[in-house]
Nanobody, 121 residues
């Protein structure tokens, strides 16, 4: 049993900041990449940022210089610090982990339930 539990979403005014957190727990052998994706109303899910256990990052162009992804590998936790938030950042944000379960020989993707971020005045 593997779970990803997200927290930190909510309502914020334009220009404000939020920090999202996601903890992977359960029967986990190894966590490779973790990341954040989002889906706005009427839109497809899109990549926001990813981070491997080795420290390699990948950011979508629309969040560069505003969002920062980080990890605590010992806690299997990934964070997304969001600054200078815009109304168009309003979306459900999903956590994803590329990990290997205990007893497994391969990696697989797991998703969190999503957390709502609303940017509005």
């Amino acid at each position: 049993q593997v779970q990803l539990v997200e927290s930190g979403g909510g309502l914020v005014q334009p220009g404000g900041s939020l920090r999202l957190s996601c903890v992977a727990s359960g029967s986990i052998s190894y966590v490779n990449a973790m990341g954040w994706y989002r889906r706005a109303p009427g839109q497809q899910r899109e990549l926001v940022a990813t981070l491997t256990s080795g420290g390699n990052t990948n950011y979508a162009d629309f969040v560069k210089e505003r969002f920062t992804i980080s990890r605590d590998n010992a806690k299997n936790t990934v964070y997304l610090r969001m600054n200078s938030l815009k109304p168009e950042d309003t979306a459900v944000y999903y956590c994803k982990a590329d990990l290997r379960r205990l007893g497994a020989l391969y990696l697989d993707d797991y998703w969190g339930q999503g957390t709502q971020v609303t940017v509005s005045s």
